[in-house]
Protein backbone atom coordinates (compact mmCIF):
# COMPACT_ATOMS: atom_id res chain seq x y z
CA UNK A 1 0.00 0.00 0.00
CA UNK A 2 0.75 3.48 -0.78
CA UNK A 3 1.21 5.77 2.26
CA UNK A 4 0.91 9.38 2.76
CA UNK A 5 -0.10 10.45 -0.96
CA UNK A 6 -3.67 9.78 -2.14
CA UNK A 7 -5.26 8.99 0.85
CA UNK A 8 -8.51 11.28 -0.06
CA UNK A 9 -9.33 12.87 -3.25
CA UNK A 10 -12.72 15.16 -3.87
CA UNK A 11 -14.01 16.59 -7.51
CA UNK A 12 -16.89 17.72 -8.49
CA UNK A 13 -17.88 14.75 -11.22
CA UNK A 14 -19.94 11.94 -12.35
CA UNK A 15 -18.97 9.03 -9.80
CA UNK A 16 -18.67 6.68 -13.38
CA UNK A 17 -14.96 8.52 -13.77
CA UNK A 18 -11.77 5.91 -13.82
CA UNK A 19 -9.24 7.25 -11.88
CA UNK A 20 -6.10 6.72 -12.75
CA UNK A 21 -2.60 7.29 -11.16
CA UNK A 22 1.45 7.38 -11.92
CA UNK A 23 3.27 6.56 -8.70
CA UNK A 24 7.49 7.28 -9.80
CA UNK A 25 8.98 4.13 -8.07
CA UNK A 26 12.84 5.39 -6.67
CA UNK A 27 14.34 2.60 -8.90
CA UNK A 28 12.76 4.32 -11.94
CA UNK A 29 10.22 1.85 -12.80
CA UNK A 30 6.45 3.68 -13.42
CA UNK A 31 3.47 2.42 -11.46
CA UNK A 32 0.23 2.93 -12.99
CA UNK A 33 -2.98 2.87 -10.77
CA UNK A 34 -6.32 2.70 -12.33
CA UNK A 35 -9.63 2.82 -9.91
CA UNK A 36 -12.53 1.83 -11.58
CA UNK A 37 -16.21 1.82 -10.17
CA UNK A 38 -18.04 -1.61 -10.24
CA UNK A 39 -21.89 -1.40 -10.41
CA UNK A 40 -23.36 -1.49 -7.26
CA UNK A 41 -23.89 1.60 -4.71
CA UNK A 42 -25.42 1.48 -1.49
CA UNK A 43 -26.73 4.62 0.36
CA UNK A 44 -29.12 6.83 3.04
CA UNK A 45 -30.44 9.88 2.30
CA UNK A 46 -33.04 12.36 4.40
CA UNK A 47 -35.30 15.05 2.34
CA UNK A 48 -38.33 17.32 3.25
CA UNK A 49 -41.37 17.52 1.19
CA UNK A 50 -43.65 20.01 0.28
CA UNK A 51 -47.06 18.73 -0.28
CA UNK A 52 -50.49 19.23 -1.75
CA UNK A 53 -53.50 18.38 -1.79
CA UNK A 54 -55.66 17.97 -5.18
CA UNK A 55 -59.71 16.97 -5.08
CA UNK A 56 -62.19 16.92 -2.60
CA UNK A 57 -62.48 15.40 0.63
CA UNK A 58 -65.80 15.15 2.53
CA UNK A 59 -66.09 14.53 6.12
CA UNK A 60 -69.11 14.36 8.26
CA UNK A 61 -70.62 17.70 9.50
CA UNK A 62 -71.71 15.20 13.10
CA UNK A 63 -69.59 12.03 13.67
CA UNK A 64 -72.55 10.86 15.39
CA UNK A 65 -74.94 11.76 13.16
CA UNK A 66 -73.48 11.76 9.12
CA UNK A 67 -76.82 12.03 7.80
CA UNK A 68 -76.84 15.54 9.04
CA UNK A 69 -74.28 16.52 5.89
CA UNK A 70 -71.06 16.54 5.14
CA UNK A 71 -67.96 18.77 4.87
CA UNK A 72 -66.31 19.52 1.66
CA UNK A 73 -63.10 20.26 2.02
CA UNK A 74 -61.15 21.72 -1.74
CA UNK A 75 -57.33 21.84 -1.34
CA UNK A 76 -54.75 22.08 0.75
CA UNK A 77 -51.03 21.79 1.99
CA UNK A 78 -48.92 20.71 4.22
CA UNK A 79 -45.54 19.03 4.59
CA UNK A 80 -43.35 15.96 4.92
CA UNK A 81 -40.07 15.13 6.47
CA UNK A 82 -38.01 11.14 5.69
CA UNK A 83 -35.03 9.34 5.36
CA UNK A 84 -34.66 6.43 3.44
CA UNK A 85 -31.92 3.64 2.66
CA UNK A 86 -31.19 2.53 -1.15
CA UNK A 87 -29.58 0.11 -3.68
CA UNK A 88 -28.55 1.23 -6.59
CA UNK A 89 -27.36 -0.67 -9.91
CA UNK A 90 -25.36 2.16 -11.94
CA UNK A 91 -23.26 0.31 -14.49
CA UNK A 92 -19.99 2.34 -15.59
CA UNK A 93 -20.49 4.01 -18.83
CA UNK A 94 -24.11 2.89 -19.42
CA UNK A 95 -27.14 4.98 -19.35
CA UNK A 96 -29.80 3.00 -17.48
CA UNK A 97 -29.74 1.73 -14.54
CA UNK A 98 -31.78 0.81 -11.56
CA UNK A 99 -32.45 1.93 -8.44
CA UNK A 100 -34.54 0.76 -5.26
CA UNK A 101 -35.46 2.95 -2.22
CA UNK A 102 -36.75 2.14 1.28
CA UNK A 103 -37.96 4.93 3.22
CA UNK A 104 -38.74 3.33 6.89
CA UNK A 105 -40.23 6.57 8.29
CA UNK A 106 -41.82 9.57 6.71
CA UNK A 107 -44.01 11.60 8.65
CA UNK A 108 -46.86 13.74 6.67
CA UNK A 109 -49.04 16.89 7.58
CA UNK A 110 -51.75 18.37 5.83
CA UNK A 111 -54.83 21.02 6.48
CA UNK A 112 -57.63 22.75 4.92
CA UNK A 113 -60.36 24.54 5.54
CA UNK A 114 -64.03 25.22 4.47
CA UNK A 115 -66.84 27.88 5.19
CA UNK A 116 -69.90 27.38 4.52
CA UNK A 117 -71.90 29.54 2.12
CA UNK A 118 -74.78 31.41 3.55
CA UNK A 119 -74.20 30.43 7.51
CA UNK A 120 -75.63 33.07 9.98
CA UNK A 121 -72.74 31.88 12.86
CA UNK A 122 -69.84 32.52 10.61
CA UNK A 123 -69.09 28.29 11.07
CA UNK A 124 -65.49 27.89 9.72
CA UNK A 125 -63.75 23.87 9.84
CA UNK A 126 -60.71 23.47 9.77
CA UNK A 127 -58.79 20.01 8.99
CA UNK A 128 -55.33 18.59 10.41
CA UNK A 129 -53.80 15.37 9.05
CA UNK A 130 -51.19 13.69 10.77
CA UNK A 131 -49.82 10.60 9.13
CA UNK A 132 -46.66 8.51 9.62
CA UNK A 133 -45.93 5.77 6.94
CA UNK A 134 -43.01 3.50 5.48
CA UNK A 135 -42.61 4.16 1.06
CA UNK A 136 -40.48 1.47 -0.80
CA UNK A 137 -39.97 2.93 -4.74
CA UNK A 138 -38.15 1.61 -7.70
CA UNK A 139 -36.72 3.46 -10.08
CA UNK A 140 -35.17 3.50 -13.29
CA UNK A 141 -32.04 5.59 -13.71
CA UNK A 142 -31.22 7.33 -16.78
CA UNK A 143 -28.15 9.63 -17.42
CA UNK A 144 -28.33 11.26 -20.43
CA UNK A 145 -24.19 12.04 -21.15
CA UNK A 146 -24.66 15.74 -21.58
CA UNK A 147 -21.29 17.92 -20.57
CA UNK A 148 -18.52 15.17 -20.40
CA UNK A 149 -15.94 16.21 -18.33
CA UNK A 150 -17.42 18.75 -16.77
CA UNK A 151 -19.87 18.85 -14.16
CA UNK A 152 -23.15 18.06 -15.25
CA UNK A 153 -21.75 14.77 -16.48
CA UNK A 154 -23.70 12.91 -13.09
CA UNK A 155 -27.20 14.57 -13.86
CA UNK A 156 -29.42 11.77 -14.71
CA UNK A 157 -33.36 11.33 -14.54
CA UNK A 158 -35.74 8.92 -12.58
CA UNK A 159 -39.10 7.79 -12.88
CA UNK A 160 -40.74 4.42 -11.35
CA UNK A 161 -43.29 3.65 -8.85
CA UNK A 162 -43.96 4.37 -5.36
CA UNK A 163 -45.65 1.85 -2.26
CA UNK A 164 -47.47 3.13 0.81
CA UNK A 165 -48.14 1.77 4.18
CA UNK A 166 -49.42 3.48 6.77
CA UNK A 167 -48.18 2.95 10.46
CA UNK A 168 -50.94 5.43 11.91
CA UNK A 169 -53.08 8.54 11.15
CA UNK A 170 -55.23 11.31 13.29
CA UNK A 171 -57.53 13.04 11.18
CA UNK A 172 -59.44 15.45 13.24
CA UNK A 173 -61.74 18.78 12.52
CA UNK A 174 -61.96 21.52 14.15
CA UNK A 175 -65.55 24.32 14.00
CA UNK A 176 -65.18 28.02 14.93
CA UNK A 177 -68.22 30.07 15.32
CA UNK A 178 -67.32 33.65 14.78
CA UNK A 179 -70.52 35.71 15.26
CA UNK A 180 -71.31 34.55 18.68
CA UNK A 181 -68.62 33.61 21.00
CA UNK A 182 -65.76 32.06 19.78
CA UNK A 183 -66.06 28.57 20.29
CA UNK A 184 -63.15 25.70 19.43
CA UNK A 185 -64.18 22.50 18.80
CA UNK A 186 -61.33 19.26 18.08
CA UNK A 187 -62.93 15.99 16.95
CA UNK A 188 -61.00 13.13 15.79
CA UNK A 189 -62.73 11.29 12.79
CA UNK A 190 -63.53 7.83 12.36
CA UNK A 191 -62.70 7.98 8.66
CA UNK A 192 -58.85 7.83 7.55
CA UNK A 193 -56.79 7.65 4.87
CA UNK A 194 -56.58 4.48 3.33
CA UNK A 195 -53.32 1.93 5.05
CA UNK A 196 -51.81 1.50 1.56
CA UNK A 197 -51.31 4.03 -1.44
CA UNK A 198 -50.17 3.25 -4.76
CA UNK A 199 -48.05 6.04 -6.40
CA UNK A 200 -45.44 6.97 -9.49
CA UNK A 201 -42.93 9.50 -9.39
CA UNK A 202 -40.55 11.37 -11.35
CA UNK A 203 -37.74 13.38 -10.85
CA UNK A 204 -33.92 14.25 -11.20
CA UNK A 205 -30.39 13.64 -9.07
CA UNK A 206 -27.11 15.16 -10.11
CA UNK A 207 -23.75 12.80 -8.50
CA UNK A 208 -22.11 15.72 -7.45
CA UNK A 209 -19.01 14.91 -5.07
CA UNK A 210 -16.89 11.90 -5.37
CA UNK A 211 -14.55 10.83 -2.57
CA UNK A 212 -11.85 8.07 -2.88
CA UNK A 213 -11.96 6.25 0.55
CA UNK A 214 -9.41 3.95 0.98
CA UNK A 215 -8.36 1.59 -1.62
CA UNK A 216 -11.43 0.04 -2.56
CA UNK A 217 -14.25 2.35 -1.92
CA UNK A 218 -15.65 5.49 -2.84
CA UNK A 219 -18.35 8.05 -1.65
CA UNK A 220 -21.27 9.79 -3.78
CA UNK A 221 -22.82 13.18 -2.45
CA UNK A 222 -26.20 13.58 -4.85
CA UNK A 223 -28.72 15.99 -4.30
CA UNK A 224 -32.52 14.81 -6.17
CA UNK A 225 -35.30 16.49 -6.46
CA UNK A 226 -38.87 14.19 -7.05
CA UNK A 227 -42.27 15.00 -8.30
CA UNK A 228 -44.93 12.54 -6.33
CA UNK A 229 -48.45 11.87 -6.43
CA UNK A 230 -50.86 8.39 -7.17
CA UNK A 231 -53.94 7.15 -6.47
CA UNK A 232 -56.38 8.78 -4.46
CA UNK A 233 -55.18 8.88 -0.84
CA UNK A 234 -58.58 8.90 1.09
CA UNK A 235 -62.35 7.71 -0.31
CA UNK A 236 -64.32 7.92 2.26
CA UNK A 237 -68.23 9.95 1.66
CA UNK A 238 -67.25 10.02 -1.89
CA UNK A 239 -63.83 11.80 -1.58
CA UNK A 240 -60.99 12.02 -3.94
CA UNK A 241 -58.18 13.56 -1.63
CA UNK A 242 -54.61 12.94 -3.57
CA UNK A 243 -51.22 14.34 -2.60
CA UNK A 244 -48.86 15.75 -4.87
CA UNK A 245 -45.45 16.11 -3.50
CA UNK A 246 -42.15 17.52 -4.30
CA UNK A 247 -39.86 15.91 -2.66
CA UNK A 248 -36.06 17.65 -2.38
CA UNK A 249 -33.41 15.28 -0.45
CA UNK A 250 -30.03 14.77 -0.45
CA UNK A 251 -28.36 10.89 -0.84
CA UNK A 252 -24.92 9.88 0.36
CA UNK A 253 -23.67 6.66 -1.24
CA UNK A 254 -21.07 4.69 -0.87
CA UNK A 255 -19.23 2.51 -4.35
CA UNK A 256 -17.07 -0.55 -4.79
CA UNK A 257 -14.10 -0.17 -6.49
CA UNK A 258 -11.76 -2.08 -8.43
CA UNK A 259 -8.51 -1.84 -8.70
CA UNK A 260 -5.52 -2.47 -11.09
CA UNK A 261 -1.61 -1.82 -11.30
CA UNK A 262 0.46 -2.22 -13.85
CA UNK A 263 4.59 -1.86 -13.19
CA UNK A 264 5.97 -0.27 -16.44
CA UNK A 265 9.85 -1.01 -16.29
CA UNK A 266 12.03 2.24 -16.74
CA UNK A 267 12.09 3.66 -20.29
CA UNK A 268 8.88 1.33 -21.37
CA UNK A 269 7.07 3.19 -24.19
CA UNK A 270 3.78 4.84 -23.25
CA UNK A 271 4.20 4.81 -19.70
CA UNK A 272 5.06 8.57 -19.54
CA UNK A 273 1.88 9.17 -21.92
CA UNK A 274 -0.66 6.60 -20.04
CA UNK A 275 -0.23 9.01 -16.86
CA UNK A 276 -0.19 12.09 -18.33
CA UNK A 277 -3.60 10.96 -20.50
CA UNK A 278 -4.84 10.88 -16.58
CA UNK A 279 -4.14 14.05 -15.52
CA UNK A 280 -2.34 12.67 -12.34
CA UNK A 281 0.87 12.19 -11.25
CA UNK A 282 3.23 12.46 -8.07
CA UNK A 283 6.77 11.93 -8.01
CA UNK A 284 6.74 9.30 -4.64
CA UNK A 285 9.80 9.80 -2.63
CA UNK A 286 10.94 6.19 -1.41
CA UNK A 287 10.78 6.88 1.92
CA UNK A 288 6.71 6.62 1.25
CA UNK A 289 6.52 3.63 0.14
CA UNK A 290 5.99 0.32 1.99
CA UNK A 291 7.53 -2.67 0.46
CA UNK A 292 4.77 -3.93 -0.42
CA UNK A 293 2.27 -2.47 -3.50
CA UNK A 294 -0.69 -1.89 -3.78
CA UNK A 295 -2.98 -4.88 -3.62
CA UNK A 296 -4.68 -5.71 -7.34
CA UNK A 297 -8.52 -6.48 -7.19
CA UNK A 298 -10.13 -7.95 -10.69
CA UNK A 299 -8.33 -7.99 -13.97
CA UNK A 300 -5.54 -6.28 -14.61
CA UNK A 301 -5.22 -3.79 -16.72
CA UNK A 302 -1.96 -4.11 -18.95
CA UNK A 303 -1.36 -1.38 -21.57
CA UNK A 304 -0.07 -1.58 -24.69
CA UNK A 305 3.58 -2.00 -24.35
CA UNK A 306 6.89 -2.55 -26.69
CA UNK A 307 7.88 -5.98 -28.02
CA UNK A 308 10.64 -7.04 -25.35
CA UNK A 309 7.92 -6.56 -22.78
CA UNK A 310 5.21 -8.78 -23.97
CA UNK A 311 6.62 -11.23 -25.63
CA UNK A 312 9.43 -12.11 -23.40
CA UNK A 313 13.30 -12.40 -23.54
CA UNK A 314 14.08 -13.00 -27.18
CA UNK A 315 15.90 -15.87 -28.43
CA UNK A 316 19.61 -15.57 -28.41
CA UNK A 317 20.79 -16.21 -32.01
CA UNK A 318 24.82 -16.90 -30.71
CA UNK A 319 25.56 -20.75 -29.84
CA UNK A 320 24.20 -23.53 -29.74
CA UNK A 321 21.91 -24.82 -27.33
CA UNK A 322 23.14 -26.72 -23.77
CA UNK A 323 20.78 -29.10 -22.44
CA UNK A 324 21.96 -29.79 -18.51
CA UNK A 325 19.87 -32.53 -16.83
CA UNK A 326 18.00 -31.82 -13.82
CA UNK A 327 17.93 -27.81 -14.18
CA UNK A 328 14.43 -25.93 -14.65
CA UNK A 329 14.13 -23.96 -18.13
CA UNK A 330 11.45 -21.85 -17.68
CA UNK A 331 9.67 -19.78 -21.03
CA UNK A 332 7.32 -17.42 -20.98
CA UNK A 333 4.34 -16.80 -23.15
CA UNK A 334 3.33 -13.32 -24.53
CA UNK A 335 -0.29 -13.48 -23.58
CA UNK A 336 -1.91 -14.52 -20.44
CA UNK A 337 -4.03 -16.99 -22.40
CA UNK A 338 -0.79 -18.55 -25.61
CA UNK A 339 -0.38 -21.63 -25.35
CA UNK A 340 1.54 -21.93 -28.36
CA UNK A 341 5.28 -23.25 -28.64
CA UNK A 342 7.36 -19.77 -29.11
CA UNK A 343 10.23 -19.23 -31.22
CA UNK A 344 12.45 -19.42 -28.29
CA UNK A 345 11.01 -22.35 -26.90
CA UNK A 346 10.79 -24.16 -30.39
CA UNK A 347 14.79 -23.52 -30.31
CA UNK A 348 15.22 -24.73 -27.16
CA UNK A 349 13.20 -27.97 -27.89
CA UNK A 350 14.39 -28.88 -31.00
CA UNK A 351 18.30 -28.99 -29.30
CA UNK A 352 16.59 -31.64 -26.71
CA UNK A 353 15.42 -33.62 -29.61
CA UNK A 354 18.68 -34.07 -30.39
CA UNK A 355 19.33 -35.01 -26.62
CA UNK A 356 17.02 -37.69 -25.59
CA UNK A 357 18.21 -39.31 -29.30
CA UNK A 358 21.75 -39.55 -27.81
CA UNK A 359 20.66 -40.48 -23.94
CA UNK A 360 17.56 -42.84 -24.50
CA UNK A 361 17.31 -43.39 -20.49
CA UNK A 362 16.18 -39.42 -20.23
CA UNK A 363 12.91 -38.25 -19.13
CA UNK A 364 11.15 -35.20 -19.39
CA UNK A 365 9.34 -33.32 -16.38
CA UNK A 366 6.88 -30.54 -18.41
CA UNK A 367 4.99 -28.70 -15.84
CA UNK A 368 2.28 -25.11 -17.59
CA UNK A 369 1.52 -22.34 -15.49
CA UNK A 370 -0.52 -19.68 -16.14
CA UNK A 371 -0.39 -15.79 -14.14
CA UNK A 372 -3.52 -14.39 -12.14
CA UNK A 373 -4.90 -12.72 -14.96
CA UNK A 374 -8.63 -12.81 -14.05
CA UNK A 375 -9.63 -16.12 -14.83
CA UNK A 376 -11.79 -18.96 -13.45
CA UNK A 377 -9.53 -21.86 -11.74
CA UNK A 378 -11.21 -24.18 -14.56
CA UNK A 379 -9.42 -21.65 -17.06
CA UNK A 380 -6.23 -21.20 -15.61
CA UNK A 381 -6.30 -25.43 -14.91
CA UNK A 382 -7.25 -25.95 -18.82
CA UNK A 383 -4.23 -23.32 -20.02
CA UNK A 384 -1.74 -24.30 -18.05
CA UNK A 385 -2.34 -28.23 -18.99
CA UNK A 386 -2.71 -26.96 -23.08
CA UNK A 387 0.61 -25.53 -22.52
CA UNK A 388 2.64 -28.29 -21.39
CA UNK A 389 0.80 -30.79 -23.51
CA UNK A 390 1.85 -28.37 -26.85
CA UNK A 391 5.12 -29.17 -25.47
CA UNK A 392 4.85 -32.72 -24.96
CA UNK A 393 3.31 -33.01 -28.86
CA UNK A 394 5.67 -31.17 -30.41
CA UNK A 395 8.27 -33.62 -29.03
CA UNK A 396 6.56 -36.44 -30.27
CA UNK A 397 5.82 -35.46 -34.02
CA UNK A 398 9.73 -34.99 -33.75
CA UNK A 399 10.24 -38.90 -32.89
CA UNK A 400 10.25 -38.59 -29.00
CA UNK A 401 8.34 -41.40 -26.96
CA UNK A 402 5.38 -40.44 -25.62
CA UNK A 403 6.56 -42.77 -22.08
CA UNK A 404 9.47 -40.35 -21.79
CA UNK A 405 6.98 -37.25 -21.14
CA UNK A 406 5.55 -36.53 -18.17
CA UNK A 407 3.44 -33.53 -18.66
CA UNK A 408 1.14 -31.72 -15.96
CA UNK A 409 -0.62 -28.29 -15.34
CA UNK A 410 -1.02 -26.34 -11.75
CA UNK A 411 -2.76 -23.36 -13.25
CA UNK A 412 -2.17 -20.54 -11.43
CA UNK A 413 -0.90 -21.86 -8.01
CA UNK A 414 2.70 -21.68 -8.30
CA UNK A 415 3.67 -18.27 -8.83
CA UNK A 416 7.37 -17.34 -9.00
CA UNK A 417 6.78 -13.43 -9.37
CA UNK A 418 4.14 -10.67 -8.14
CA UNK A 419 1.12 -10.89 -10.09
CA UNK A 420 0.91 -7.23 -9.22
CA UNK A 421 3.60 -6.34 -12.04
CA UNK A 422 4.13 -6.72 -15.71
CA UNK A 423 6.88 -8.20 -15.34
CA UNK A 424 5.78 -10.79 -12.72
CA UNK A 425 2.63 -12.01 -14.67
CA UNK A 426 5.33 -12.19 -17.91
CA UNK A 427 7.25 -14.69 -15.65
CA UNK A 428 4.31 -16.80 -14.07
CA UNK A 429 2.76 -17.42 -17.53
CA UNK A 430 5.51 -20.08 -18.16
CA UNK A 431 6.61 -23.58 -18.93
CA UNK A 432 8.53 -25.48 -16.76
CA UNK A 433 10.71 -28.14 -18.63
CA UNK A 434 13.34 -30.43 -16.42
CA UNK A 435 15.42 -33.20 -17.90
CA UNK A 436 15.39 -35.82 -15.69
CA UNK A 437 19.33 -38.02 -15.76
Not at 25 to 49: A, F, H, I, N, Y
Not at 144 to 159: D, I, Q, R, S, V
Request: hydrophobic share 40%.
Amino acid sequence: MLLGVGVLTLWAQSPEWVVRERWLLPEGDTLVVERRPQEWWVGVGVGSSGIGYLGRLRLPRVVETPDRGLLEFRYGSGTGVGFWIHAEWNPPGQRWGALLQVVPWESWTGRASFEPAGSLMGERYEMELHSTSALVTASARYAPGWGKGTLWEGLHFLAGIDARFLWNARERVRTLFRNTERVEEWRLQQEQPLPMWLGFHCGVGLDLVVALLGEHMRNAVTPVVLLQTGLPLQRTWGSSWTPVALRAGLSFKLGWERLQTVRLPRGAEGAVELAHEAGLSREVPAERLTPQPLAVVGTPVVPQAPAELSLGPRPASGPAITIVPNRVMRFSYPTPTAVGVTAELQRYLDALVDYLRTNPQAEVRIIGHTDEFGGTLEETQRISEERAQQVVEYLVQRGISRSRLLASGVGARQPIADNRTLQGRLQNRRVDIIVVQ
